[in-house]
């Protein structure tokens, strides 16, 4: 196990098993995603993606909380100081047309890209409330295990917002285009039982078992096929936002990449010799 500490420790990571764990670490907060924290964990998905040592991903919390979506009140934008001006110290800044767009597009919208585009399979550990932009992180993941008391909520309605971070693309391609209107009209909160029967989550345990869990799986997935692995993951992702023709040919291609690796040729020669595969991620 290797640690990676952080300044400040609002991001814990660590590497264990040839799994990449990383840890929302606010919980007085209820881990709120702040701006430096939102590009630690950016980075250390793409980390994740370069690293052939790595090969999962499991994304949780500490605390009550899992993330209660961004943090609205130490929100930092890139360049500023560390520490937000206070009111009375400057004079409110110019809204420009394209400002919100931008923001959203380099921020909220980049860190649930960069679940989707990660080359390794990421597991959501949500060990309480999911909500607003916490909520999306969660759903983005390629798997979500749940705590009984975790909860996930829309909240943006509640604020007069519109979703963010993809909630209006993950949401109907989950539940349906129905029952996502439902969510994000009403932001009522959905328990961790009903979000597992509405198909948000995979799987929910006790509290005390979802570290457990987490790590079962995800050890599985770091002995598995990881190139196979990261190509089946794109071509799902890719699945509801293509026609047939397109769908098809992707999965050529994917093969075609796919037959060249070590693990491939592994597969079929264990098959053939009768015994257990050894993957190596090649």
Known sequence: MTEAPDAPDTILHRTAGNVSWITLNRPEAMNALTWDQRERVIALLADAS??????????????????????????????????????????????????????????????????LDCEKPVIAAVNGTAAGIGAHL??????????????????FVRRGLVPDGGGAYLLPRLVGPQKAKELIFFGDAVPAAEAERLGLVNKVVPAGELEAAAREWAERLAQGPTRALALAKQLVNASLDGDRAAALAAEATAQEINMGTADANEGVASFVERRTPKYTGR
């Open 50 to 115: 370069a690293d052939p040592d790595v090969r999962a991903v499991v994304l949780t919390a500490t605390g009550k909380g899992f993330c209660a979506g961004a943090d609205l009140r130490a929100a930092v934008a890139p360049g500023a100081p560390a520490t937000p001006v206070a009111p009375a110290q400057a004079a409110p800044p110019e809204h420009v047309a394209g400002d919100v767009a931008r923001m959203i597009r380099l921020g909220a919208q980049r860190l649930i890209t960069a679940v």
């Open 138 to 155: 969660a759903l983005a993941c390629d798997l979500v295990i749940a705590a009984e008391e975790a909860r996930f909520i829309e909240v």
